[in-house]
């Protein structure tokens, strides 16, 4: 399906001078509901773009399918106000979702409750095989590489973005979302579209490094997540746990290596 448009142009008018009429674009930002065989999983805000490569990276980043060829089918469904994504799983997956949905059954509504919910806050992920840290070439300029190829935000701004550097320090990919998470879920589910290994490279995020996006990186098997803003305490930890070399590229210091890999 053809991309939608990455911004819309607004009127604004400048505070304290209500006679100049100024326009602006502004990022899209849409729900998606995300169904599998039919059944709702959740409802996300996100960017309607690139969604393919989302499908496919939030079912890999969230542990419903460990392959890509575990989804059978992806349906795109647009209205007017929303996406809708109807994903197929394999009888395996499946089985493993619904069981998961049972558990979880019951709770109070509020938000992550329960021993079963704690389990997929906290999960347990196979540490790593230790790797060895990027070539500091590899991360000179990455600021404005990665700048230079966030196509949407230079036309509306407020957008995060997710890219991916090759054995060779080439940014090959680039994905971009309101939502940070949203950003990694689509890099990892182009990465698999373009049949490109996580462990050849390393994923770099414009935003600060959370707990989540450590998960999706450990289970999308990159070695190295570059975050350009610093990390939260528990990011680091569970890193360091999990075998991540995780790197904070300050705008105006040298790189910072939170989980160092071998020398």
Known sequence: MSQPSPATTFSYQVLHAPGQQHTACLADEVVVAINYNGLNH??????PCDLYDYAIGFSLGQGIIEQPHELLDINIQPAEDHYQLELQ???RRLWQLKQQRRQLAGTSGCGLCGSSALEQALPQL????GHSLPA???LAGLRQRLSAAQTRAQSSGAMHAAGFVDA???LRLCREDIGRHNAL???IGAMAVAELSGSEGFA?????CSLELVHKAVRAGLPTLVSLAAPSQL???WATALGLNLIHLPQHAAPRVYQAGPA
Do not use: F, I, N, Q
């Open 126 to 129: 196979s540490t790593l095989p």
């Open 235 to 237: 990011s680091v930890r």
């Open 89 to 91: 799983l394999s009888s």
């Open 204 to 208: 770099v995020v414009t935003s600060r």
């Open 42 to 47: 959740a409802l996300m805000m996100a960017s």
């Open 168 to 170: 060779d320090g080439e």
């Open 185 to 187: 879920d689509k890099l």
């Open 136 to 138: 500091a070439s590899h």
